[in-house]
């Protein structure tokens, strides 16, 4: 289940990043990183704990702001299939001024505020 927490995590990062208009290449890197660092912190607490390489005690005192950071995602998850769902049906319907919307960092940043709460 690590691993495909591992693996799944940056690829929800790069999927709520990159799709964004007026962001910059540097921009989008830099936050697709951090979402993904961020992300896989639980996951490698939890695999640090399996394999007995750090005490409980050390690790205890991070589970709850991993399980937070893993609920954020989870919630940028379905905000991220809303959103390109919304787009999608705006391209189809050929409202491109508001398909150009729907991608602007504002709207993605401001789910993030909202799911960090």
Do not use: C
């Not at 990043?17 to 992300?39: E, F, K, Q, V």
Request: glycine share 6%; charged share 5%; net charge positive.
């Amino acid at each position: 289940m690590v691993s495909i927490a591992t693996f799944a995590i940056p690829l929800l990062a790069i999927w709520l990043w990159w799709p964004l208009n007026r962001m910059s290449l540097r921009a989008r890197i830099l936050a697709t990183l951090l979402t993904a660092m961020l992300g896989i912190f639980p996951a490698m607490l939890l695999q640090l704990l399996q394999t007995g390489a750090v005490p409980y005690i050390h690790i205890a005192p991070w589970q709850v702001p991993s399980g937070w950071i893993l609920a954020i995602l989870l919630m940028l998850a379905v905000f991220v299939v809303l959103r390109d769902l919304l787009w999608l049906l705006a391209a189809l319907t050929g409202r491109q001024g508001l398909a150009q919307l729907i991608h602007i960092p504002a709207i993605t940043v401001g789910a993030l505020v909202v799911a960090g709460g």
